[in-house]
């Protein structure tokens, strides 16, 4: 059982910068692609980014190109989202996710959550 946790969030202007964290513990970390996704309220959770299990590989989502990088530490089990420029419609719970061996961009395809963490952009 894998478990995921973030931080890292909190308020901030627009325009300003955030780094985002998800520890994992209780797996093989290098065996999982690990991912960020997010969710207003009263919306779907959306697909933010996603790394390969070993880091060569990224991609993101059509909002977030450009603005946000994912990255990830295997000697710390830790995923970072570096979030640059941010937008009040960037305001959002961004949760921390995991799979096993295969890629994700949607939910139904994610095995492991983390509990979120709220970032909310002013304007």
């Known amino acids: 059982q894998v478990q995921l946790v973030e931080s890292g969030g909190g308020l901030v202007q627009a325009g300003g910068s955030l780094r985002l964290s998800c520890a994992a513990s209780?797996?093989?970390?290098?065996?999982?692609?690990m991912g960020w996704f997010r969710q207003a309220p009263g919306k779907e959770r959306d697909f933010v980014a996603r790394i390969s299990m070993s880091g060569g590989t990224t991609k993101y989502g059509d909002s977030v190109k450009g603005r946000f990088t994912i990255s990830r530490d295997s000697t710390k089990n830790t995923v970072y989202l570096q979030i640059t420029s941010l937008k009040p419609e960037d305001t959002a719970v961004y949760y921390c996710?995991?799979?096993?061996?295969?890629?994700?961009?949607?939910?139904?395809?994610?095995?492991?959550w983390g509990q979120g963490t709220q970032v909310t952009v002013s304007s």
């Open positions: 996710a995991a799979r096993r061996f295969y890629a994700f961009t949607r939910t139904e395809d994610v095995t492991y």
């Open positions: 209780g797996g093989t970390f290098s065996t999982y692609y």
